[in-house]
């Protein structure tokens, strides 16, 4: 009768089976005095921030998954001043994770410094938008179309994991694409972002750059990359992100420092669960 009933709850709530997930961020390097008006609508013009870049480790239920795989190619570094930098795959290396041994990377959007190191992950199926997909494939590389931000290596790369059978489109909103691990639609960062929850308890919300900092959060204000068009819907994203994780301390921003102050940390990572 017990088996009867745990069956059933398994059928009910596929999630169930979900691991319990541990979770660290991963300071692979800095973009040092960057305008934070650009980030945060409304804040001064003349206050900088150091942007962290971040990738985040998610490990449980036989899965090693990277949400975001951060970049390694060299025409960024000078264009945004990188410093402190460690190639992300090298950069997981002190936790005992080895290139080969990341099994999933979930891309939240196309940017450079998102997917622009899914290459130096050879084993790892990749997860993103189908719609973001196929814009960035196509129709992007006509004429009129956005591509700010894209490059077209990471862009081949894409289309090579796609080729060797690891690629896994995720279509819309609120779709469980691994056991426990939901991904959310954002607002128009890019063509198609997303954004991931890891369920608990507790549950944490991985904002990437649907929230670029906690500074968004705190006073509900849209990230500068948005359009005034879909800037009331940023906000709005991100009043979802605090309802999904359950507090607005469980939401972690993409581009903040302060997740490695705000959590338990050493070098480079913080323990967010």
Known sequence: MKRFVLAAALLLCPSALAADYQIQAVRYA???QFPLANLVIGAPADEKVDIAMVVWLVRGGGRTLLVDAGFHREKWFQRFRITDYVRPDQALAPLGVKPEDVTDIAISHAHWDHMGGIDLFPKANVWIQKR???????????Q???????DPDDILALVKVNTDGRLHLIDGDDVEFIPGIRAYTGSRHTYASQYFRIEGPPSFVLASDNCYLYRNLETRAASGTFSETDRPGNIAAQARMIELAG??????????GLQ???FPSEGRVARIR
């Open 30 to 32: 800095t973009s040092p």
């Open 247 to 256: 507090s607005a301390d469980r939401v972690v921003p993409g581009h903040d």
């Open 132 to 142: 973001e997909y196929e814009y960035y494939t196509g129709e992007a590389w006509q």
């Open 260 to 262: 490695f102050a705000r």
């Open 144 to 150: 009129g179309g956005r591509k700010g931000g894209i």
